[in-house]
T-cell receptor, first 115, second 116 residues
Framework: DGGITQSPKYLFRKEGQNVTLSCEQN?????MYWYRQDPGQGLRLIYY???????QKGDIAEGYSVSREKKESFPLTVTSAQKNPTAFYLC??????????????FGPGTRLTVT | AQSVTQLDSHVSVSEGTPVLLRCNYS??????LFWYVQHPNKGLQLLLK??????LVKGINGFEAEFKKSETSFHLTKPSAHMSDAAEYFC??????????????FGKGTKLSVKP
């Protein structure tokens, strides 16, 4: 089955610890994205990558870092510098043809709780 | 600048009655528009998309949406609600001409409740 997997589904951390969220896709998509979802806020873009070894900051990148060493993987690290890390994190990917990126497909999400 | 406004944060309907979820957008370019659905603690699933072809777009599960440029609207409708339609719905517009940047601008979501 082709799709996007995120692990783990639930993650608990103590304040001050870095934590890495996994995102893997086997759709052969070029572009991948990380969003943060808070109640009543919709989704906000953290980082995105249109191609391997390249990524750009989204609207709320402060306190987060990413890497894109492989086409199928786009891990997100929530650092201790992120002031309010408790949220639902969604990874997405999309294909790309002639410079146009198409609709995004989403993973099931990881709910991070930091206490 | 692109933006999207979902006019209702919560809509409640009875099973078997029509559903209308309203969305207005603002875009400097001819936009691509999407509706996504999210069930609790799940990822988002694409319901339908408009990409400058037919203005009436049919999606999955009996949903459809009509792109109205004069009204800058892209409302989501379904003739008859089912209990399984209870979820949160997001209206989304692309950023950049032809979605070339791939960035999506999300509305804040509309929670749909369906009463038996």
């Amino acid at each position: 089955d082709g799709g996007i997997t995120q692990s783990p589904k639930y993650l608990f951390r103590k304040e001050g610890q870095n934590v890495t969220l996994s995102c893997e896709q086997n759709l052969n998509h070029d572009a991948m994205y990380w969003y943060r979802q808070d109640p009543g806020q919709g989704l906000r873009l953290i980082y995105y990558s249109q191609i391997v070894n390249d990524f750009q900051k989204g609207d709320i990148a402060e306190g987060y870092s990413v890497s894109r060493e492989k086409k199928e993987s786009f891990p997100l690290t929530v650092t201790s510098a992120q002031k309010n890390p408790t949220a639902f994190y969604l990874c997405a990917s999309s294909t790309r043809t002639s410079g146009v990126l198409y609709e995004q497909y989403f993973g099931p999400g990881t709910r991070l709780t930091v206490t | 600048a692109q933006s999207v406004t979902q006019l209702d944060s919560h809509v409640s309907v009875s099973e078997g009655t029509p559903v209308l979820l309203r969305c207005n957008y603002s875009s400097s370019y001819s936009p691509s528009l999407f509706w996504y659905v999210q069930h609790p603690n799940k990822g988002l699933q694409l319901l339908l998309k408009y990409t400058s072809a037919a203005t009436l777009v049919k999606g999955i599960n009996g949903f459809e949406a009509e792109f109205k440029k004069s009204e800058t609207s892209f409302h989501l409708t379904k003739p008859s609600a089912h209990m399984s339609d209870a979820a949160e719905y997001f209206c989304v517009v692309t950023l950049g001409r032809g979605g070339s940047q791939g960035n999506l601008i999300f509305g804040k979501g509309t929670k749909l409740s369906v009463k038996p």
